[in-house]
Nanobody, 122 residues
Framework: QVQLVESGGGSVQAGGSLRLSCTAS?????MAWFRQTPGKGREGVAT??????YYGDSVKGRFTISRDNAEKSVYLQMNGLSPEDTGMYYC????????????????????WGQGTQVTVSS
């Protein structure tokens, strides 16, 4: 059984920062963050695979994804947060394969965490 556990969510003022963390029970080559927001529904935030990072257009320049393979962890540094970033953030993972071809497609990821809430107030 593969388990993903997120942490680091919370409430922050607009313009503030948060750092999300996710720890997996096993090593997985392709890891990413998705979010569920009232305005856009489910969307890919950032993916990291084979040393490369991919970002959704709405977060480019503000968010940074990184990972620590030894710790089987992935992180999301979020800067310059706005109320539009409010939502549930999910750590997701897959074994690879199609990850490089479709890094923002949810079908690529077989495992999902329980989510961590991010709330940005004006």
């Amino acid at each position: 059984q593969v388990q993903l556990v997120e942490s680091g969510g919370g409430s922050v003022q607009a313009g503030g920062s948060l750092r999300l963390s996710c720890t997996a029970s096993v090593y997985l080559a392709c890891m990413a963050w998705f979010r569920q927001t009232p305005g856009k529904g489910r969307e890919g935030v950032a993916t990291i695979y084979d040393g490369r990072s991919y970002y959704g257009d709405s977060v480019k320049g503000r968010f940074t994804i990184s990972r620590d393979n030894a710790e089987k962890s992935v992180y999301l540094q979020m800067n310059g947060l706005s109320p539009e970033d409010t939502g549930m953030y999910y750590c997701v993972a897959g074994s690879g394969g199609r990850c490089s071809l479709a890094p923002m497609m949810s079908a690529v990821f077989d495992y999902w965490g329980q989510g961590t809430q991010v709330t940005v107030s004006s």
